[in-house]
């Protein structure tokens, strides 16, 4: 089955503890984003990849990173987390943005900073 | 601008009546514009999308309304069913100077009651 998987699904922690949460999609897709989901703010993008070890910053990248390895895993990272990164995140994954093929997304993150 | 503004924040609509959502960009550089639908605890996936040439896309009770002049577009649910509560993003996608971006509106909360 076509499918973005992310782990885990449910993550506490507390403010300076690094965390790692894992993307992986089994579609052969060159482009993979994260996004976090706020109340009233939506779907922000936090980082997206165009391909293997090609990575740029999307809207809100202040406090995470990403590596993009190999063509199916892109984990995000937060070496340092705050409670202000409290929030929902989403991996998606698309064949590429260019060709208008659609976003694919996993069921999502829910991390809580204390 | 890279920004989508989407209304309203959160709809009710009885069984049966229709459902409207708004979406306005200023960029006439976006080419794409998808609609996402999101159910609790799910990630969002593509519910219907269309191109800047067409001024209308229908899929079932679903219909997409392109106004290039006005820079807006607007998603129907005809016939709205209990079913249909979720949440709504409206996007548009850039593909400029070696980037690619899907930008999302904040997201309309849809309730349909029975």
């Known amino acids: 089955e076509a499918q973005v998987t992310q782990n885990p699904r449910y993550l506490i922690t507390v403010t300076g503890k690094k965390l790692t949460v894992t993307c992986s999609q089994n579609?052969?897709?060159?482009?993979m984003s994260w996004y976090r989901q706020d109340p009233g703010l939506g779907l922000r993008q936090i980082y997206y990849?165009?391909?293997?070890?090609?990575?740029d910053k999307g809207d809100v990248p202040e406090g995470y990173k990403v590596s993009r390895k190999e063509k199916r895993n892109f984990p995000l990272i937060l070496e340092s987390p705050s409670p202000n990164q409290t929030s929902l995140y989403f991996c998606a994954s698309s064949l590429r943005i260019l060709y208008n093929s659609p976003l694919h997304f996993g069921n999502g993150t829910r991390l809580t900073v204390t | 601008q890279q920004q989508v503004k989407q209304s309203p924040q959160s709809l009710i609509v009885q069984k049966g009546g229709i459902s409207i959502i708004n979406c306005a960009y200023e960029n006439t550089a976006f080419d794409y514009f998808p609609w996402y639908q999101q159910f609790p605890g799910k990630g969002p996936a593509l519910l219907i999308a269309?191109?800047?040439?067409?001024s209308e896309k229908k899929e079932g009770r679903f219909t997409i309304s392109f106004n290039k002049s006005a820079k807006q577009f607007s998603l129907h649910i005809m016939d709205s069913q209990p079913g249909d509560s979720a949440t709504y993003f409206c996007?548009?996608?850039?593909?400029?100077?070696?980037?690619?971006?899907?930008?999302f509106g904040k997201g309309t909360k849809l309730t349909v009651n029975p």
């Open positions: 990849s165009m391909n293997v070890e090609v990575t």
């Open positions: 996007a548009a996608s850039l593909t400029q100077g070696g980037s690619e971006k899907l930008v």
């Open positions: 269309i191109r800047p040439d067409v």
């Open positions: 579609m052969n897709h060159e482009y």
